[in-house]
């Protein structure tokens, strides 16, 4: 009866955990948002990993190895996961300053949908049939969104994007997860990410600083701590409850910024935008139900 018990203070706890971090990363949008492009793209992605650093640094001291958790037999694999995942921010990042905040979010879920044609096109899983209608409905979605050409269309540069690097998400995820077959810990993948993205973007930064205002600066160190919050409660959300479980409630990042789209900006989603952004999330989660089956079955 306890283990039961405690079996389901734990699930709760990762529900709650996902929940907080879903609402983490929609703050790190909001501000990155707030920033209205006038910070060089490069810049904001320094000043994100730079606060993050000190912030995911807790995760590497309660790593059972410490600080030897950051050695790394793995060096080429970092390399992969440092440029598809600095493509994955940069097309977020530019998404969040030109288009509504939920309508970039909504559009960055369509990273399940990227991941599986890769893993059909690189990685030899077939796609049946469900699954192949599943990736159509959530294309379908993307178009329903941007209404390339149509009256009230979106940035297409920006939702071109955005798309992009949901792209460059799904080969991180690709990559993390080799290295985490490998025995790469988790930590060492998250922080050799922050330290070379920020040694990247600080190269980039060069010729192009802006000396940011009080108020940008505080936007820029928000970013950065509350996204390495929602690293820290997501790690603590997969601890604590199944991935079949938790996956799901990732998609209430829609919601929270959604709701930080209306309050501060006044971004009210229309009947065609809902309309795409639930074919989004239905073909997402449709998607999340056939992997789940699949994995029960082998």
């Excluded at 590497?60 to 037999?73: D, I, K, V, Y």
């Excluded at 796609?127 to 969104?145: C, D, I, K, N, T």
């Excluded at 701590?225 to 604590?240: D, E, F, H, I, K």
């Amino acid at each position: 009866m306890t283990s039961i018990v405690t079996t389901a203070g734990a699930r709760r706890r990762g529900i709650l955990c996902v929940l907080g971090a879903a609402a983490a990363f929609a703050l790190a949008a909001a501000c990155v948002k707030g920033l209205y492009g006038e910070i060089p793209l490069a810049e904001v992605i320094l000043c994100r990993n730079l606060f993050a650093i000190p912030a995911l640094l807790p995760l590497l001291l309660r790593a059972p190895e410490g600080w030897r958790a950051l050695r790394t037999r793995n060096p080429w694999s970092h390399a992969q996961r440092l440029f598809w995942g600095g493509l994955g921010m940069i097309g977020a990042f530019y998404g969040y300053a030109h288009l509504p905040l939920a309508t970039a979010t909504a559009l960055g879920f369509t990273m399940p949908l990227f991941l599986t044609l890769i893993a059909v096109l690189f990685m030899g899983e077939r796609l049946r049939w469900r699954r192949s209608l599943a990736v159509a409905l959530g294309f379908l979605g993307v178009l329903v969104v941007v209404r390339p050409g149509g009256a009230g269309g979106l940035n297409l540069v920006a939702a071109g994007m955005v798309l992009l690097g949901a792209v460059g998400w799904a080969m991180a995820m690709v990559t993390i997860r080799r290295m985490g077959e490998a025995g790469e810990p988790g930590v060492a993948i998250v922080l050799w990410f922050a330290l070379g993205a920020a040694a990247l973007a600080g190269l980039a930064t060069i010729p192009v600083w802006l000396a940011p205002t009080p108020w940008q600066w505080a936007l820029l160190a928000g970013c950065g701590v509350v996204s390495a919050l929602g690293q820290v409660l997501m790690t603590a959300a997969y601890r604590s409850g199944e991935t079949t479980l938790l996956a799901p409630f990732e998609y209430s990042g829609i919601v929270w910024t959604a709701l930080l789209g209306a309050l501060l900006w006044a971004e009210v989603p229309d009947a065609w935008a809902f309309a795409g952004i639930g074919l989004l999330v239905s073909s997402g989660l449709y998607i999340w139900y056939r992997e789940v089956q699949l994995g029960i079955r082998r």
